[in-house]
């Protein structure tokens, strides 16, 4: 099954501003937008956002999400270390019937 | 406290069967669908099967689709994951998660430590 497409590494500075990238198609990403999960090594996914630019309650505002056509974005403002992690990004294909995910970005914070 | 607590996994030989349970507390387990995703460690997200709040709609990977099977007790708060015909290549962490809404297509908002799954000879 066709996942989405995020590049494997992001590298940006102490401070600065990431925005990771997630590619679909119009039965995805396109129709459903896409949640965004953060993993820290040895953890579980965390939500981050879904459904737009929906936060979890105790998500930091630094993190929001956005699309445009069948591209969705989530931008990271303001970043801190602790922000070095894996972020995937999901949502579901209405064409599959399944949920499907990112190979996911490593975002290292110089 | 909110939390998703698996349980079941284990060493087995191919071909074998194995059921995978997740314990949830903390929440109305009823009013929302749940997942289970692997994860080869290193490796990324996979997304194996959902089952929707009162148990209508259950989706699969193709990659498990006619071997694993996704079940839940509401009165029990539990889900369960039973894995048959296993293969190498479904050795994997095994993560539940609480979908953030009554549907099969909502993301999963709340994840478990997960429970590992080996097969091997």
């Known amino acids: 099954q066709a996942g989405l497409t995020q590049p494997p590494s992001v590298s940006k500075d102490l401070r600065q501003t990431a925005t990771l990238t997630c590619t679909g198609n119009?039965?995805?990403?396109?129709?459903?937008?896409a949640a965004w999960l953060q993993q820290h090594q040895g953890h579980p996914p965390k939500l981050l956002s879904y459904?737009?630019?929906n936060r979890p309650s105790g998500i930091s505002e630094r993190f929001s999400a956005s699309r445009s056509g069948n591209t969705a974005y989530l931008t990271i403002t303001g970043l801190q270390p602790e922000d070095e992690a894996d972020y995937y990004c999901?949502?579901?294909?209405?064409?599959?019937?399944?949920?499907?995910f990112g190979g996911g970005t490593k975002l290292t914070v110089l | 406290e909110v939390q998703l607590v698996e349980s079941g996994g284990d060493l087995v030989q191919p071909g074998r069967s194995l059921r995978l349970s997740c314990a949830a507390s903390?929440?109305?387990?009823?009013?929302?669908?749940m997942h289970w995703v692997r994860q080869v460690p290193g490796k990324g997200l996979e997304w194996v099967s959902g089952?929707?709040?009162?148990?209508?709609?259950?989706g699969y990977a193709d990659s498990v689709k006619g071997r694993f099977t996704i079940s839940r007790d509401n009165a029990k708060n539990s889900l369960y994951l039973q894995m048959n015909s296993l293969r190498a290549e479904d050795t994997a962490l095994y993560y539940c998660?609480?979908?953030?809404?009554?549907?099969?297509?909502?993301?999963?908002?709340?994840w478990g430590q997960g429970t590992m799954v080996t097969v091997s000879s």
């Open positions: 998660a609480k979908a953030s809404g009554g549907g099969i297509d909502r993301p999963g908002d709340l």
């Open positions: 903390g929440f109305t387990f009823d009013d929302y669908a």
């Open positions: 089952i929707s709040w009162n148990s209508g709609r259950m």
């Open positions: 119009s039965n995805n990403v396109g129709n459903q937008g």
């Open positions: 459904r737009g630019n």
């Open positions: 999901s949502t579901w294909d209405s064409s599959l019937s399944v949920q499907v």
